[in-house]
T-cell receptor, first 113, second 110 residues
Framework: DTAVSQTPKYLVTQMGNDKSIKCEQN?????MYWYKQDSKKFLKIMFS???????INETVPNRFSPKSPDKAHLNLHINSLELGDSAVYFC????????????FGSGTQLSVL | GEDVEQSLFLSVREGDSSVINCTYT??????LYWYKQEPGAGLQLLTY?????DMKQDQRLTVLLNKKDKHLSLRIADTQTGDSAIYFC??????????FGTGTRLQVFP
């Protein structure tokens, strides 16, 4: 069983479209995250949720809207996609909000044309 | 500051030791971590060290921490081709997030 699973693995879309990435964890963790990894492999946190509550919201355009229907799921919706949004997006989870020992999904490679 | 720096590339021969270095700026870090990212995959936690320790050994992995110089290193003994990956160090502040380094791409050749 995959601990942290995200879909889709690849997403190719046109500028201006709206798309969603889904993430689920079966580890019973309280906290989930979205990270963005750019083409130089630099990894930066975007959001984190603890028990469905937003606790970290880094400087991310408001076109990005995370949603956590329950603590096992954290989805990422992106409106009006731009070329600069092209990256690999990783979902992760940890036991609690202190951010120790993250478990990562395998990533969603987003390409905006 | 939240800058965590690593050298970009390291190339070693199979069977040799690899040493990957990391410098961080925030002396209040409580834990420091090493993650491994294989191609097309997410990051996987390899090992971690608490900030009051100088060294931790875990099979082929040895982590050294020099708090005075804010320097962290990961030594991989008897490096194998399967160790080829990108290695990230990360620091955990007294907050709720990890700050990742810039990543070191390790290439192991026969």
């Amino acid at each position: 069983d995959t601990a942290v699973s995200q879909t889709p693995k690849y997403l190719v879309t046109q500028m201006g479209n709206d798309k969603s990435i889904k993430c689920e964890q079966n580890l019973g963790h309280d906290t989930m995250y979205w990270y963005k990894q750019d083409s130089k492999k630099f990894l930066k946190i975007m959001f984190s949720y603890n028990n469905k509550e937003l606790i970290i919201n880094e400087t991310v355009p408001n076109r990005f809207s995370p949603k956590s229907p329950d603590k096992a799921h954290l989805n990422l919706h992106i409106n009006s996609l731009e070329l600069g949004d092209s990256a690999v997006y990783f979902c992760a989870s940890s036991q609690d909000y202190r951010g120790q020992k993250l478990f990562f999904g395998s990533g969603t490679q987003l390409s905006v044309l | 500051g939240e800058d965590v720096e690593q050298s970009l590339f390291l190339s070693v021969r199979e069977g040799d030791s690899s040493v990957i270095n990391c410098t961080y700026t925030d002396s209040s870090s409580t834990y420091l971590y090493w993650y491994k990212q294989e191609p097309g995959a997410g990051l996987q936690l390899l090992t971690y060290i608490f900030s009051n320790m100088d060294m931790k050994q875990d099979q082929r992995l040895t982590v050294l921490l020099n708090k005075k110089d804010k320097h962290l290193s990961l030594r991989i003994a008897d490096t194998q081709t399967g160790d080829s990956a990108i290695y990230f160090c990360a620091e955990s502040l007294n907050t709720d997030k990890l700050i990742f380094g810039t990543g070191t791409r390790l290439q192991v050749f026969p």
